[in-house]
C-alpha cells in the first residue's frame, strides 16, 4: 500500500504494480510484515496487562443465601446478574451439595428411565460473581448476624452476614408412627431415588430365588404412601418399571407384582380439579394399581405396614411421599407457624429472609403459595431483587406470582393437568409434561442428556443394573440437627475483621 501505491502519488508520479517493480521491493515487505507483527503481539500484551490491585477491605453488604435448591439457586443467579449490573455487595451461597437437582425428575431416577447425574446441574458452573461454600449450616444467631458452617476439615465456620436468605426447603416427616422411619423410602435426594431404585430391582432378584410363595408376594408388592403430585408419579412409574423389566426374570412369569397408593383424602391429586383426579384414579386403577382413599399407615416392619382401618399388607417396600416438614435450621430463627411477610422477610427479624418449602408465603387471596418449583424459582428472583431494593435504600415489593399450570405423569404416556387455566390429559398432556420439565432443566447439556434418555428409553428395556449391594437399609434424612462447636475455630466476625484477615477469608472461599 504505501511503496507502490501511496508513496509514488505523493510524489505526483504513476503508481506501477508490475511484478518486477513488486520483486525489487520484496524485502522492504518482509520486514514490514514482521515489524508489523511483532508491534501487534506488543500492543496486544500491553492492552491484556492489568497491573495487580491489592485486595479491598471488607466494606461491602455481605448477602448469605442458605439452600442449594431452587429457591436459593434463583435468588443467587439473580443476584449474580445484578452485581454484573452495579450491585455493590458481596454474596455468598451456602449449600451441603455442590448441584442443583432438579427434584420433579428425581421419580425418573428412581424408575431408571433417567440416570442419576443427568437431572443434577453444578452450582459453581452458573455464578460468575457469587462465591460458593461447600458446607452445611448448623446453627444461625440472628442477634450477633453469624451462620456456623459445618465445612468438613475446616471444622465449623462462622460466616458473617448482613442479609440472609434461608432457602432449605423440606426434609420427610413420618409424624412419630411406629416403624415408618426405619423402614420407608423418602424421595428427597439423588441418593434417595438411587436407593429406591435398587431396592426395588432388588427384590425382583430376590423373588426371582425365593421357594416361598409369600414371601416372593411380599417382595413383589410394592406401596407408596401419599396420593399427591410425587406419590402418583412414583407409583405409576414403578409399575412400568417392573413390568418393563419382568420378562427377564423367568421364575417370575405367572406372577403379578401388586401395587397401592395410600392416600388420606377422598380422592387422588388434591391439586388438580376432582375430574382430573378421578380421570388419573380411573387410569390408575384400569392399570391395576390399587388405591386406598380415606386411610393412612399406621405401623410399619420390614415384612408388612398396617393401615389406619385395620388392614395389614404384606410388603418389603413403603415408598414415603405422604408428609413433610420444613428443615429443622428455620425452627431456631422463627416461630410457629413459620409464616413470613408477603416480601419474604421473617417477621421481627431484621436481614432475615425465607422463602420457598420451609415456610409459608402468604398469597393475595389470604391462602400460601404451594411448596413447587415454579414459585421457588420465582421466589428466589423476587427475595433477590428486594435485597437489592434494601441495599439501595428502597422498599421491597410483595410477591406476587399466579402459576402457569401443573401437570403430573401417570405412566404408560399419560398424564393428567391443568396448563393457563384449561384441563389437559392423555398422551398431549404427556407430550406437554415432558416438553415442559425439558425446558425448565438448567442447561442445554443437561437436557441433550435427559432427552438421549428418553428416546432410550422408548426403544430399549430400562436398565436392571444394580448400583450397590441389595438389601440397603432405607434412611430417614431428617435435616440440620448439629450444633455450633469448636467455637476458636470459626472465621473471625465481620466487625472485628481487618483487611488482612478479610483476604485470608477470601483465600478460604
Known amino acids: 500500500m504505501w511503496t507502490l501505491t501511496l508513496a509514488p502519488a505523493l510524489e505526483a508520479e504513476k503508481s506501477s504494480w508490475t511484478i518486477a517493480v513488486a520483486v525489487a521491493h520484496f524485502e522492504e515487505l518482509v520486514g514490514a510484515a514482521l515489524s508489523g507483527a511483532l508491534a501487534g503481539l506488543t500492543l496486544h500484551a500491553l492492552a491484556l496487562w492489568r497491573p495487580p490491585k491489592p485486595a479491598p477491605a471488607r466494606t461491602k453488604p455481605h448477602v448469605v443465601i442458605v439452600g442449594g435448591g431452587f429457591g436459593g439457586v434463583g435468588a443467587a443467579r439473580e443476584l449474580d446478574r445484578r452485581i454484573g449490573r452495579g450491585l455493590d455487595a458481596h454474596v455468598t451461597l451456602i449449600s451441603d451439595s455442590n448441584f442443583l437437582l432438579f427434584t420433579p425428575l ?26 460458593f461454600l461447600h458446607g452445611r449450616v448448623a446453627r444461625i444467631d440472628p442477634q450477633t448476624r453469624n451462620a456456623y458452617v ?46 429406591l431404585r435398587n431396592h426395588v430391582l432388588g ?14 408376594v411380599r417382595l413383589l408388592t410394592f406401596v407408596v404412601a401419599g396420593g399427591g403430585f410425587a406419590g402418583t408419579e412414583l407409583a405409576a412409574e414403578l409399575f412400568d418399571l417392573v413390568h418393563d ?19 388420606p383424602g377422598e380422592r387422588l391429586l388434591p391439586e388438580l380439579t376432582a375430574s382430573l383426579g378421578l380421570y388419573a384414579q380411573r387410569k390408575l386403577g384400569g392399570r391395576g394399581i390399587e388405591v386406598r382413599l380415606g386411610v393412612r399407615v399406621a405401623t410399619a416392619t420390614a415384612q408388612d405396614i398396617t393401615l389406619t382401618s385395620g388392614e395389614t399388607i404384606p410388603t418389603r417396600t413403603l415408598a414415603w411421599t405422604a408428609g413433610n416438614r420444613p428443615n429443622p435450621l428455620v425452627q431456631q430463627v422463627m416461630p410457629p407457624p413459620l409464616t413470613v411477610e408477603a416480601t419474604m422477610q421473617v417477621p421481627g427479624v431484621h436481614g432475615l429472609w425465607a422463602l420457598g418449602d420451609c415456610v409459608k408465603i402468604p398469597d393475595p387471596t389470604g391462602g400460601v403459595y404451594p411448596p413447587t418449583a415454579q414459585h421457588a424459582l420465582r421466589e428466589g428472583k423476587a427475595v433477590a431483587g428486594n ?31 391443568e396448563i393457563f387455566g384449561r384441563r389437559v390429559s392423555g398422551f398431549l398432556a404427556w407430550a406437554l409434561w415432558r416438553s415442559v420439565y425439558l425446558s425448565k432443566l438448567p442447561s442445554v447439556e443437561k437436557r441433550l442428556r435427559v432427552m438421549a434418555d428418553w428416546a432410550l428409553d422408548l426403544a430399549f428395556p430400562r436398565d436392571i ?28 466476625p465481620h466487625s472485628e475483621r481487618s483487611p488482612a484477615s478479610s483476604e485470608v477469608w477470601s483465600s478460604a472461599r
Do not use: W
Open 106 to 131: 428425581l421419580v425418573g431416577v428412581a424408575s431408571s428411565t433417567v440416570e442419576a447425574r443427568h437431572v443434577s446441574a453444578p452450582v459453581r458452573a452458573g455464578l460468575d460473581h457469587v462465591n
Open 150 to 195: 459445618s465445612a468438613g476439615r475446616e471444622g465449623m465456620l462462622r460466616v458473617p452476614y448482613d442479609q440472609l436468605v434461608l432457602a432449605v426447603g423440606a426434609v420427610p416427616y413420618y409424624f412419630d408412627l411406629p416403624g415408618v422411619g426405619e423402614h420407608a423410602f423418602p424421595l428427597k435426594s439423588i441418593e434417595d431415588a438411587t436407593r
Open 203 to 216: 427384590a425382583l432378584e430376590r423373588a426371582d430365588l425365593e421357594p416361598d410363595p409369600a414371601e416372593q
Open 245 to 263: 423389566v419382568l420378562h427377564l426374570y423367568p421364575r417370575l412369569h405367572g406372577l403379578e407384582p401388586r401395587f397401592v397408593i395410600v392416600h
Open 387 to 417: 435485597i437489592a431494593a434494601v441495599l439501595g435504600g428502597r422498599r421491597p415489593s410483595p410477591f406476587r406470582f399466579g402459576g402457569l399450570g401443573v401437570l403430573v405423569s401417570l405412566g404408560h404416556r399419560t398424564a393428567a393437568g
Open 465 to 492: 443394573a444394580l448400583s450397590t449391594k441389595a438389601g440397603a437399609e432405607p434412611s430417614n434424612q431428617a435435616g440440620n440437627r448439629c450444633s455450633c462447636e469448636g467455637e476458636p475455630s470459626c472465621v473471625t
